[in-house]
């Protein structure tokens, strides 16, 4: 949600006055299964990214490059949000309201502060409240079908603590350049991408800058942010990779690196020590779970939990309540989950106990494991640096393996899907 919040507050600044946009005739540029994206959305999104790179500095790519990954990005778009219609997945009003709530609040603003400004800048309320919904709609088919769907095991951080001893405080500041190979691609086709790899990297050896180079060649979603991936922890890296790392200065670019399906070049943008004192804010949580199977529907479930929540309505015991109903293995504990740092339960999970206050019971909460009942107990700040490693590399792993099976997950929608292209007129 803070990403999604990050994303709308940029889109405050970058809105785009409907008396700018292109005048032209307008035609369909893509059909994908029975939807379609006009040559007009693609051009108020083109403009809208394009203002995104100037304010970053970034120097466009050819209008024929920009115009493709553009278009890449909302088919990709289109394709989640036909597949979260097919699966009932959708937003409600009062979500929106919110989340408009907590973005007036970001920009230290309220809601009729934040109506004027998108007024000023061009932007109807209806359109606002549009975009909103798509965001949090693919956010939450992220949430749902990929990160709430990921497990980290101590063994795993364990194993990644032993590899990377004496690099834990490491972070590193990097940049890609992505060239995604198809699945079962042959040796032709894997020598053609490596060859526009190397296109890339010798555009960079003659001084073009590597965010132009990335907005240009890079497939990767961070294209259009001139291939920023922001600050790795050493732990989230192989070690491999860390001893190459290791050896380049700030601003060195590497050769070629094949791994996960794709084709790289990382840029070393900066690095930096992260040791010290590692303050985190940890909540106490109690819940009760009812769960979702083959043989309790949705339905049944979320019914079962109103019940559950009727209950302690009445005045009933939290406690006594889920050691008799919630079917986790905290039940026999009156549903005590402990101090929970974050990144320990799923998204929808968090962001359900973060918006209460302590002694507050949560509205019935959808998770992967099926409907929630969530009572806050106690917050704290808590020093965590002893254990700092151990969390730092479980949220690392965490987002390393929602990455590369949302990429996967992502191909495998292409793959399935009618995608009609018509950006080039035949």
Sequence with gaps: MKQLLLAATLALSLATPASAAVQTADRIVAVINNGVITLSELQQREAEITASL????????PASVLSRQVLDLMVNEQLQLQYAASNGLRVSESEIDQTLQRLAAQNKTDLQGLYARLQQDGLSLEQFRKSLRKDLLLDRIKEREIVGRVNVTDSEVEQVLKSTQGLSNAEYRLAMIQLNIPERADAAQIEKLRQRLQEAQQAIRNGQPFAEVAARYSEAATALSGGDMGWKG?????PDFIQLLDSM??????????ANGSLFLFKLSDKRNSAGEQL???HKVRHILIKTNEATSEAEAKARILQVQDRLQRGASFEAVARQFSEDGSA?????????NPGDTVPEF????NALQPGQNSEPVRSPFGWHLIRLEEVRSQDVSGERAKLAIKQQ???RK???NYNDWLQQLRAAAFIDDRLIEK
């Design 280 to 282: 985190v804010q940890q």
């Design 402 to 404: 929602a990455e590369q």
């Design 234 to 238: 050493a732990s989230a890296l192989p």
């Design 350 to 353: 968090e962001r359900a106990f």
């Design 397 to 399: 792993i965490r987002q």
């Design 249 to 258: 200065k700030v601003g060195d670019v590497t050769d070629i690196v094949r």
């Design 332 to 340: 026999s504990l009156g549903g005590d989950l402990g101090w929970l």
């Design 54 to 61: 100037k304010r970053q500095n970034v120097a466009l790519p």
